[in-house]
């Protein structure tokens, strides 16, 4: 059974896949408590593929260099569905084209047709045997609060179907670039990035012109945030006017912050793209250590990024 076609060398085992892109995924979504639903979700996301029918159609497509054109996902959509995943079956079922709806997939899944029942009916025979886990799995649990509140819920599909579809995208790359494993940086220094930040900070407030008025409130506010950092985690609130440094402040307080706690990301979330692109710009100049030498840390993410296509990214 084979899920990719060849990298030039060899074919992708389509049990490889399944189990490569399982663990990514439940690595991805272990800091939420997603892991053990993200896990079923990537065993099961390609499942229709041990069908004979798409087994054959992968032969015609390598032959001719193009698609296969038959549905691979809805059985594990409903593999999951039957697993009690509920609506988190939507990111098995949208792990190519993106998320659908509840509704939505229950009518798909009830108006199957005989060809498509003909395929689940083949793949199910052959799965018992390659995913053993599939026939002594009963229920899967939901992490508490999942359930109990929608807008949870919600948050935690869209989390677990980003971790989905970063695995089962890094494990297909990794095949195709005949590497050992999929590209994945590792957790950030955030101690070496504090470090940096406040090096690189000092440079840029040297290099602008002095004032006696602003300056000195702007060291203040900065002093404050950074003395806050060492505070466990909660809510922090930063009331200060326009112009008064919170962009370098509130980075300040986060890198350290990150730091004192074992905290594994940064994310900085404003309104309004402009000022998106231009705190990524701020902190990419402070922190990306393409100006320091080495590779870069800030990934600014959002509908106007236009990746650079010679350049490699990895999750």
Known sequence: MWAHSTNGNRRHALVDHLRGTAELAARFARPFGGDRVAWWLGLLHDAGKASCAWQEGLDRAEAKDGPVGIDHKTLGARLAFELGLGKFALAVEGHHGGLGSPPALAKRLRSLTPADRQRHADADGVLAGLLPELAAAGAVELPAGWEADPLV??????????????????????????????????????????????????????????????????????????????????????????????????????????????????????????????NAAVYRGLLDADHHGGGPVVLEHHSGVELDPDRAYTK
């Open 153 to 278: 819920g919600e948050m935690a599909l869209r989390l677990v179907f980003s971790a989905l579809v970063d695995a089962d995208y890094l494990d297909t790359a990794a095949h195709f670039a005949n590497a050992l494993g999929p590209a994945v940086d590792g957790d950030a220094d955030f101690a070496v990035l504090a470090a940096r930040f406040e090096a690189a900070r000092r440079r840029l407030l040297a290099s602008r012109p002095a004032s006696a008025t602003v300056d000195p409130v702007r060291e203040e506010i900065y002093q404050t945030c950074v003395a806050a950092a060492a505070a466990p985690p909660r809510m922090f609130r930063l009331a200060a006017p326009t112009g008064s440094g919170k962009t370098l402040a509130s980075a300040g307080f986060a890198l350290r912050h990150a730091a004192a706690n074992g905290l594994r990301r940064v994310v900085v979330a404003v309104p309004f793209l402009t000022i998106t692109e231009q």
